[in-house]
């Protein structure tokens, strides 16, 4: 039998190929063509008003921060409430922007506390960071009550809930911006690129002029008028090299169409993990997810005692889990945090995350199950 990995993203070989064939013959492979054709595709799906591709969600968390605080006036050391147990790019996202990371503490959703983020709220507040663990929603209803009892901006960091829907809707109409990823491993894969999502038109304007260096005009559009090259435009910000292409997108147009079909079969797997688990229950804590709450389930993670010892006993069957995330206090630049957030500590040292690979079978959740339950009950 292979290696069981963490991830390995199945994609559509040939529907792909085509897409990008078009790509090549078209001789255009940049911003345009394709982007334009998968944000279109993207606001059909979400239903949100705006999106804007991107070369990664990283770049967009930082520019929906960035503009976020120009467009309201924050100041430097405006703080912005956040989750530890988040991949990096979320809380640099603050940093680069120069304001404070103010970490709540999570529950077991995974997700921020709703009772946490209200003990963190000072006159220095200006938004919070949501990030939707493993596809969870978490209390995202509640964080947006929040926000509205205090005239806080939301920023849904979305980078695993790509088709999570609650009660029957994409979220996110309710957030002042939601940033997808499409990275390498996630559910709509691509090589690497993510989608911003702005409420405001105004803000969608300025955030495709911030990703093409400042430039107000980009060269697809220039294209355009009368079938020439107009090379006149002005630079309006000082702005980054965040766009997306063509071939990216021409991936992502392609697993967009089986994006609700591959995540039933994650609530699948998820299913099979819990009910060969289910005698475990003692031993396990599993996230805990609303019943209205269809997720994506990008990840799925169980909390047990001796993790690491865990973790090398599956290696050593050949199955390689991971972990979502080391709590962020840990990293030097967020120690001023240090003992804040008790049950992201213990989450960051007791959690795993189970393969979720497309290719994985019931026979392979068996083995996975069988090694655990034979750590547990040694």
């Known amino acids: 039998m292979s290696a069981i990995q963490l991830f390995k993203a199945k994609y ?26 998968f944000e279109e595709a993207w606001k059909t799906y979400t239903g949100l008003p705006f999106a804007h591709y991107l070369n990664s969600s990283t770049i967009g968390l930082y520019l929906a921060v960035d503009i976020l605080k120009e467009h309201y006036g924050w100041k430097d050391d405006d703080e912005i409430i956040t989750t530890p147990i988040t991949f990096v790019s979320s809380n640099h996202a603050i940093l680069k922007s120069h304001m404070k990371a103010v970490f709540a503490d999570i529950d077991d959703t995974m997700c921020l506390n709703p009772e946490s983020v209200r003990e963190h709220i000072t006159d220095r ?5 949501y990030v939707g663990i493993g596809g969870n929603m978490g209390h995202y209803s509640e964080i947006v009550e929040i926000c509205r009892e205090h005239g806080l901006e939301l920023i849904l960091d979305a980078a695993h809930m ?13 957030a002042s911006v939601v940033v997808y990823s499409f990275q390498a491993v996630k559910n709509l894969p691509t090589a690497d690129s993510g989608m911003i999502c702005f409420k405001d038109g105004r803000l969608d304007e300025i955030v495709r002029k911030k990703t093409w260096l400042g430039i107000n005009k980009d060269t697809y559009a220039r294209t355009q008028n009368m079938g020439n090259y107009k090379w006149k435009y002005d630079v309006e910000y000082v702005g980054e090299k965040g766009h997306g292409n063509s071939v990216m997108a021409a991936i992502g147009l392609v697993q967009l169409k089986y994006l609700d079909r591959d995540n039933a079969y994650r609530r699948q797997l998820a299913a099979w993990y819990q009910e060969e688990l289910a005698e475990c229950t003692d031993k396990i804590k599993f996230v805990r997810i609303e019943e209205a709450c269809e997720s994506s389930f990008h990840l799925f993670q169980i909390c047990v005692e001796n993790r690491d010892a865990l973790m090398l006993e599956l290696n050593a069957a050949e199955i390689y889990p991971g972990v979502h995330y080391a709590s962020n206090i840990n990293y030097k630049m ?4 240090k003992g804040s957030c008790p049950y992201s500590d213990y989450v960051s040292d007791h959690t795993i995350s189970l393969p979720m690979n497309m290719y994985i079978t019931y026979e392979d959740i068996k083995k996975v199950c069988q090694v655990i339950k034979h750590f547990l009950n040694r």
Do not use: D, Q
């Not at 967020?334 to 945090?337: F, P």
């Open 125 to 129: 507040t200006r938004a919070v960071m």
């Open 334 to 337: 967020y120690s001023y945090a």
């Open 162 to 174: 790509a088709g999570t829907r609650y009660k029957g809707e994409i979220p996110g109409r309710e």
């Open 12 to 37: 559509e070989v040939e529907e792909c190929l085509e897409e990008i064939r078009e790509c090549l013959l078209a001789g255009w492979t940049g911003m345009g063509f394709k982007t334009v054709k």
